[in-house]
């Protein structure tokens, strides 16, 4: 089974709205969690990883103040798309990883599908 | 930054035939991942080669890594319907902890 969650699986909200999405570790707690944005038929282009405790850490070109992360549980993060404006439609997908394991995959959750109207 | 290059990104074979994938990447790393993606949906990693490995199979998979060439290659073997998928390589960068690298992927059709 799944053991990483992610929810919604697809959202459509209107211009300006924020959206909340949540990525869980259900068998495992995961210290350090990525976000993950793929445009259609693209490859994943990584946002930003996510520490448990502590600040996210972004990649070049991406807007903290627009997608925020929050990782306050060693089992869940989440990222917030503020203000969503229809060029932020796209699948975002997390992915978490079991720290008692080396050398081990990424665990991927489901994805959500944004379209921002 | 994305620093995987996959070929070819399309990929069209008959049911039964085997299907080559390549991934070429430009650092130095701790593995390589090959990940699949059915339409719409998360990632299933398929299997993971350390750098310090050459080959590894897994089924019907084989994976072999090339370092000095920094490539790496994906055979499906007997390939069936149920393959047709995105196939994704992933790398781990040296410096990059459990950061994965996502290659350009190649879209398999496999046409029964």
């Given amino acids: 089974g799944a053991v990483v969650s992610q929810h919604p699986s697809r959202v459509i909200c209107k211009s300006g709205t924020?959206?909340?999405?949540?990525?869980?570790?259900?068998?495992?707690?995961?210290t350090?969690?990525?976000?993950?944005?793929?445009?259609?038929?693209?490859?994943?282009m990584l946002m930003a990883t996510s520490n448990?405790?502590?600040?996210?850490?972004?990649?070049?070109?991406?807007?903290?103040?627009?997608?925020?992360?929050n990782h306050a549980s060693l089992t869940l993060s989440t990222l917030?798309?503020?203000?969503?404006?229809?060029?932020?439609?796209?699948?975002?997908?997390?992915?978490?990883?079991?720290?008692?394991?080396?050398?081990?995959?990424?665990?991927?959750g489901n994805g959500t599908r944004l379209t921002v109207t | 930054s994305q620093q995987g290059e996959?070929?070819?990104?399309?990929?069209?074979?008959?049911?039964?035939?085997?299907a080559t994938?390549?991934?070429s990447y430009k650092t130095s790393i701790n593995n390589l991942q090959w990940y699949?993606?059915?339409?719409?949906?998360?990632l299933v990693h398929l299997i993971l080669i350390r750098s310090n490995e050459r080959e590894k199979h897994s089924?019907?998979?084989?994976?072999t890594l090339d370092t000095s060439k920094k490539s790496s290659s994906l055979l499906i073997t007997a390939s069936r319907a149920a393959d047709t998928a995105s196939y994704f390589c992933a790398t781990n960068p040296l410096q990059g902890a459990q950061k994965l690298v996502f290659g350009q992927g190649t879209r398999l059709t496999i046409n029964p």
């Fill in chain 1, 18 to 30: 924020s959206v909340k999405i949540e990525c869980r570790s259900l068998d495992f707690q995961a």
């Fill in chain 1, 32 to 44: 350090t969690m990525f976000w993950y944005r793929q445009f259609p038929k693209k490859s994943l």
């Fill in chain 1, 52 to 69: 448990e405790g502590s600040k996210a850490t972004y990649e070049q070109g991406v807007e903290k103040d627009k997608f925020l992360i």
């Fill in chain 1, 80 to 108: 917030t798309v503020t203000s969503a404006h229809p060029e932020d439609s796209s699948f975002y997908i997390c992915s978490a990883v079991n720290p008692g394991l080396n050398n081990s995959p990424l665990h991927f």
């Fill in chain 2, 6 to 18: 996959e070929d070819p990104q399309a990929l069209s074979i008959q049911e039964g035939e085997n």
């Fill in chain 2, 21 to 23: 994938m390549n991934c």
């Fill in chain 2, 36 to 42: 699949r993606q059915n339409s719409g949906r998360g």
């Fill in chain 2, 59 to 63: 089924g019907r998979l084989r994976v």
